[in-house]
């Protein structure tokens, strides 16, 4: 079986990634198609073959795709086998072990893919609002760089999230981040009735090449693209009671 649809970054060329969608999958109704999301309330037995299709997609078992409980923290935690027991919580990965596939799961947060593939160090951020004016890009690049990366080497890559046509904001948020650097206003676009348009990739890539790591923005907007990406936004728009996670993923050979 080939590998489902996804997307791929030419800033991570040397090592194996993808952003997933929801083509390529078993989940039917809302959630047709690849749904990855354990948290969701899809059949269980779709997700896990989705996920399967997703690890196959690396060579690996489904064992050997690792993940973390994803509560929009800033925190970055090391793996280096499956988890033994519960998840961890946090919102990154970081890795050495040839085989795992870090993954991250999202549904308009910005799924965040690093490596120096010299140093063969991996890692894998889910980066909502939250978690990038939080800090949880940098927590991960330090992390890398604790297990021998250096980040002049480092190449992300911020994969399908929601942007800025369709992010509309209120006035508590721009203020929460303009409060927080006056350098922050240039992500905002006046919106209508005093909202604001929010640039979330634009963000997440001017925090990593603050720190020198050189930052990727995969064109792809998961607002608008109902046929192709999750959407937690859409979901809520549509009234829908749940909504699928779209699944970033990246490994070592």
């Not at 085989?99 to 889910?126: K, N």
């Not at 905002?188 to 929010?198: A, E, N, S, T």
């Amino acid at each position: 079986m080939s590998a489902p649809p996804h997307w791929r970054a030419r800033s991570l060329a040397k090592v194996r990634h993808a952003f997933f969608g929801r083509t390529g999958g078993v989940s039917t109704g809302i959630y047709a198609g690849l749904n990855a999301g354990t948290g969701s309330h899809d059949d269980p037995d779709a997700v896990a073959e989705n996920r399967r299709r997703i690890a196959a997609a690396f060579g690996a078992d489904l064992s050997q795709l690792v993940g973390v409980h994803q509560v929009h923290s800033a925190d970055a935690v090391f793996v280096e086998r499956p988890w033994a027991g519960e998840r961890p919580h946090a919102d990154a990965l970081v890795s050495k072990t040839p085989g795992l596939a870090l993954s991250v799961l999202t549904a308009d947060c910005a799924p965040v893919l690093l490596a120096d593939a010299r140093a063969q160090v991996i890692g894998a951020a889910h980066a909502g609002w939250k978690g990038a004016i939080g800090g949880v890009l940098e927590a991960t690049v330090a992390l890398m760089e604790k297990h021998g990366a250096e980040r002049a080497r480092i190449g992300a890559a911020i994969g399908p999230c929601i942007h800025q046509p369709s992010y509309e904001v209120g006035p508590e948020f721009h203020a929460r981040f303009t409060q927080a650097s006056a350098d922050y206003a240039a992500f905002f676009l006046p919106g209508i009735d005093g909202k604001f348009q929010f640039d979330l990739p634009g963000f997440c890539a001017f925090r990593l090449r603050a720190l020198g790591v050189s930052a990727e923005i995969v064109d792809a907007d998961t607002y608008p693209a109902a046929d192709t990406l999750f959407s937690h936004r859409r979901s809520v728009h549509a009234r829908e009671p749940d909504y699928g996670r779209n699944c970033a993923a990246i490994a070592l050979s």
